[in-house]
RNA sequence: GCCGGAGUGGCGGAAUGGCAUACGCGCACGACUCAAAAUCGUGUUCCCUUACGGGAUUGAGGGUUCAAGUCCCUCCUCCGGCACCA
């Protein structure tokens, strides 16, 4: 009998594995197929510590099941790796990012491998790859064809860090995600993709999907989808209406039942408007001043307290409700990127009351609750009333007396009539900020056209680099460190930009911009399925087999960022045919983090990280795996805690001794052991529904009740093929010691029992007094209540605790519990 | 502010309305050992009791039920998301 060594055994059937090819994937018709996928990670130049392979140890486990259940398993892994930290990364090291992410990727391959997972490698992908990238530059294409992706030059977030615009998606907080500077607003020619356009999409769909509630609630707020009016007004030059300007207005509004008491205007101070509006006023200026002001105030996060601040532009919006003349004001509450920019206010609204009083701003009271002691604070202007629903209206005239709910809709007629306003749907949700002025990405394949001879002769404005030239390879330089210009580091490469338009053949310029580090990202689950299809980004007939990732693991900051992307570009693929479902991913599950023991987040910064390859170096890979599923509930985040990992080796020891130092074990026995029953359907069950903590406890206790059992062959077996997905190598090597010559990972997963649950069993019976324990009792488990009853009477203890009592009720619930209850 | 999730031993955590604290760590004692480590065994929610026993207990308070960690209401705390969003 040989000592447990991890060591030996991993390496060992690692390369067995490896080449005898069990894991490899295939449309086999005859077998239904399962796609599970952890999202792949960005190979960084820290590598990855023990918290990176939570996701991926799971969906092995899965995925391993899922085979030996007789799917058909895709479960492949590749590489996101354009973008700033790996261009970042290569900046620091002095070395081309193409090198820096070849090392990253070999050291997280190498790493990953260190749990032996089941992934096809034979599909391996890497965004960086020009045969991968091809295609992502090709569902760009096919988009700038249908107008989905256009030139703008509206300000967006500009990072002075990284020196580049970013997308809404990638701030947090008003601050750069990746490196925390305070973005700026930046007007600069950029490429955006229509997002919007699948706003409702994006949000109507996402009631059928198996997505935890937070992640769709999250979506639902990011999209922010809300229905109201705009309103439409001239601006005025003085109060008496005098002299107008050319200007117009336009405010939205979703509480619109209380427009009739609009007695201002506010307008956000960093408008587009904002110049044209304050020109020529009197104390220009002065207002100027204050405007500029607030933007820096507002910058500088000083309003997170909730104070108003605001200044009178001088001019006045003529109220087309009949309202006379709005004075319009700068406020600091106001955001230039929701709605308009552009508020009516009312004393309906807390904001716009606190803004009002704090101006002496006059105000207006059309909307009073029933309470009629509060309604009198109302009409005093004490309090601010803004319930929508159940206020009751006093204006219109032709309308008032009823409540806002009930005039919500004969309202938006009304003004709607009048043509005062129009019904619009506003989204939080911004169109895509799409280009990046860096070196590490994938070019935007067009060209700008300058036509033929001298300039200006027009040209054909911006012309598709055509799909046989795809893909436009990202050229070599030497210099890749960002310019700063708005401009990326490809523009100073004249042999790379210049080239022949491919519509007229005149003077052109490639784009320079490229994509943002999400582009990749958004389509690889599709990759995966035909990932060396040279003619297409996936087989029709391939894709149909696969279609839809079954269950997609990964974490939770992803719910507003690749999570949306990706949706958006699949169903824009489902438009154009090039897949055949509507969402990507019909089971997403979170994978909670692993902090350090400390608490803290593990960062090299703190020196709390904990390496995967000492751990399993130390322990063994199957440990290493048992324990991380071990640790808590999967969703949840935890410790890393050095000490309890010893509880999963102990465990795996005990079972290897089981084994192999069981002489006294019987034949081969096919009866059915009705126990094993109840843990192969909790096993599966837990596995099914990721809960591997409990998966893992009922596997130690079933490996307790074996040993205590002189377990049989049959027993043995069902329990190492339980066991084989969270510890593949110690069950190889053990089922290969019973005599086997295959791999325990192609087995038929074990089967639960029939004879389960039957009829006429004996079973122990709880006996509760007065709802409290009393007791057990064995009695069959078709008996009826007074059989129960009579048995549970005359049971010594039972009696004995009933003594001098009477018996007034009892409950039966059938195999469950017996309640007497007594005076 | 709005939305989502969670509060259970010394710690991580378990529990289709039916024996709360499974499983693991740690700790205590015992076996083995000259000794230690490892391993194995026993015990381990808290309080009272030498013991036998008894009492309390799932963030707080109320409710439904024969029976509540679990369902309902009010509140507190923590975590996560969104937010001067009109």
Known sequence: MSEYDPKKIEAKWQKIWAESGIYKSSEDQDRPKFYVLNEFPYPSGEGLHVGHLKGHIATDIYARMKRMQGYSVLHPMGWDAFGLPAENYAIKHKIHPREAVEQNIARFKSQLNLIGPDYDWSREINTTDPDYYKWTQWIFLQMFKKGLAYESN??????PSCQTGLANEDLENGKCERCGSQVVKKPMRQWVLKITKYADRLLDDLEALNWPEFIKEGQRQWIGKSDGLLFKARVKDLPDGKAGTKIELETFSAHYEACYADTFVVIAPDHALLDDLIKGVEGEKEIRNKVEEINIKRLQD????????GVFTGRFLDDPLGNGHLPIWVANF???????????CSAHDEQDFA??????????????????????????FEVCYSDMKNGILLEPLNLSGKTGAELRDLIAEYVIENKWAKRVTMYRLRDWVFSRQRYWGEPIPLIHCDGKGSPPTGGCGVVAVPESELPVKLPEVKHYEPTGTGESPLADIPEWVNVKCPK??????????TMPQWAGSSWYYLRFVDPHNEGVLVDKKIEKYWAGVDVYVGGAEHVTRHLIY?????????DIGAVSTIEPFSKRIGTGLIHASDGRKMSKRWGNVANPDEVIERWGADTFRLYEMFLGPFADSVAWNDEAIIGPRRFLERVWKMVTQNSKRKTQNQSVDLKISKYIRGISSDIENFKFNTAVSKLMILSRELENLVPNTYNLETFLKLLAPFAP???????????????IHIQKWPQVSELTGVEGNVINLRVQINSRIGGSIFVSSDSSEEEVKTVALS???IAKRLEGKQVLRVVYKPGIVLNVLTN
């Open 504 to 513: 007229c053949g005149g003077k052109g310029r490639r784009e320079t911009n």
């Open 334 to 344: 106001a955001v230039t990127d929701y709605g308009t920019g552009v508020i009516k």
């Open 302 to 309: 000083k309003y997170k307290t909730g104070e108003l601040e």
């Open 154 to 159: 509206e300000p967006i977030n500009w990072c």
């Open 795 to 797: 049971s010594p203890i």
């Open 566 to 574: 990706a949706r958006f570009w699949h169903k824009f693929l489902y």
């Open 729 to 743: 190598h110690i069950c190889e090597e053990l089922w290969h010691q019973l005599g086997h010559t295959d791999s």
């Open 355 to 380: 803004f009002a009083k704090k101006y002496n701003i006059p105000i207006k009271i059309v909307l009073v609750p029933q309470d009629q002691e509060l309604k009198k604070r109302v009409e005093n």
